[in-house]
């Protein structure tokens, strides 16, 4: 479960996220939608305990940010947007970095380090990370969280440097534990995966939360796409055909 009451995020004067609420239930795939710098990362950051709220509150699991981070942070895992991961280390060494921080140094979890690699073609733990690709490191940095199995997973743009195959497997394991009562927040600017993978969605623009729900809902019945849904709440359809016009 993840909650957010209010939560507000300030650089400065400029208000980057603006008292917004939040409510995801165990089990359930949430999609986290908007433009460019619409607050989507300092939200999730705000979440996973990895940036200060400058008030409001979050609430994962039952327990408050506040008093319970080191737990929650136990018990989440969270795939960055851009891998920040220790250059100098080889693939196999940072997942046992990982495996003794989390005193998860077990057999299951090697195990599971084999089935993930073998799924998503990972064949090069050998090799240093600062030799990985962008979409190398992804992959590394999705199976060092999926390996310790967490019951809530956040992920900023999960699919971006992946190859069609690797994220289709993504996809499909996120789906995989929804069913098993994980729960997943994820961003997104690829309308068709929320549309696809998401059961519930939220836009944020300008800091604010415009729109929340499922799908459907969200359409109104109307028979139009999530795009030009998308671009309707954010009032970028006007913009787009004047920039279009004019080129
Ligand atoms: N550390 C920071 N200091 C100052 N401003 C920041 C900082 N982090 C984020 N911002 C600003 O807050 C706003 C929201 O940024 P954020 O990264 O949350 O957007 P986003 O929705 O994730 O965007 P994108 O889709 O481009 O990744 C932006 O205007 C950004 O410049």
Known sequence: ???????????????AVNGIDLYIE?????????????????????????LRPTSGKVEILGLDMKTHELEIKRRIGVVPDE???????????????????????TKEV??????????????????????????????????????????VIFLDEPTVGLDAKSAKILKELLRKYANQGVTIFLTTHILEIAEKMCDEIAIINKGE???????????????????????????????IKNIVDSL
């Open 1 to 15: 479960m993840i909650k957010a009451e209010k939560l507000t995020r300030k650089f400065g004067n400029f208000v």
């Open 209 to 239: 939360i415009i729109a929340q729900g499922d799908i459907e809902t969200l359409k109104q019945g109307e028979n139009k796409s999530l795009e030009d849904l998308f671009l309707e709440l954010t009032a970028q359809e006007e913009d």
């Open 83 to 105: 891998p920040r991961i220790y250059d100098h280390l080889r693939g196999y060494e940072y997942l046992e970095f990982i495996m003794d921080i989390y005193r998860q140094n």
């Open 26 to 50: 165990k089990g359930k795939i949430f999609g986290f939608l908007g433009p460019n710098g619409a607050g989507k990362t300092t939200t999730i950051r705000m979440l996973t305990g990895s």
């Open 110 to 151: 090697k195990k599971r380090i084999e089935e993930l690699s073998e799924a998503f073609g990972v064949d090069y733990l050998d090799k240093q990370i600062s030799d990985m690709s962008h979409g190398m490191k992804q992959k590394l940095m999705v199976i060092s969280v999926l390996m310790r199995k967490p019951e």
